[in-house]
């Protein structure tokens, strides 16, 4: 088996290494599961799907529209965290492979919504189905207790970054002020 990155530095998040070394290695390692888990989500969600070369970006843009339906453009934007732009593009190609389809609001035609097309309607099946056979496979042979920890964990993560995320709002919010009065 392939040795990862984080396999080659098994101890630098240990407990017992000062904290600035343990945050520095923390977010290396952080890097490391965010590509590997990229990585492999794709292949195996465009395996279980028998599709063949869904992008991440893509697969995580039909996700949002089988768990939230027909989406306009800037709120599919505002969910992925992308921009307008980038999330326009993506629509484009899966439009034009037959995924999706834009539909103009009827009273105010500056609103695009994004729909699955009938070709897509199976990953309203299949995404749930595969959510649960990926983390379940993903997590198979993880005891209770360490599972507790990790969602304990990745809780608090998230809560970080969402706290990141709003100071980062106020900043852009204030910059605005500042430049709307001068």
């Not at 600035?20 to 279980?48: C, S, T």
């Not at 089988?66 to 190609?93: C, F, P, Q, W």
Request: net charge negative; aromatic share 6%.
């Amino acid at each position: 088996m392939a040795m990862t990155k984080a396999d080659e530095r098994p101890d630098k998040l240990s407990p017992d290494r000062p904290v600035p070394e343990i945050a520095q290695d923390l977010g290396l390692v952080l890097g490391d599961i965010l590509k590997a888990m990229h990585r492999q989500f794709k292949k195996e969600f465009n395996r279980f799907t028998g599709e063949s070369e869904l992008t991440v970006p893509q697969i995580f843009l039909l996700r949002t529209l089988v768990t939230k339906g027909s989406i306009s453009i800037s709120e599919l934007a505002e969910h992925l965290n992308l921009a307008n732009s980038t999330v326009s593009g993506i629509v484009d190609r899966l439009e034009r492979d037959g995924f999706v389809t834009r539909v103009r609001d009827k009273e105010d035609r500056r609103i695009v919504y994004v729909e699955l097309t009938e070709h897509a309607a199976h990953f309203r099946e299949q995404v749930p189905r595969f959510n649960e056979k990926f983390l379940g496979e993903l997590l198979r042979g993880v005891d209770d207790q360490t599972l507790r920890e990790m969602a304990s964990s990745f809780r608090q993560l998230s809560d970080l970054i969402k706290r990141f995320e709003d100071k980062d709002k106020e900043g852009q919010g204030k910059e605005k002020g500042e430049k709307d009065r001068a």
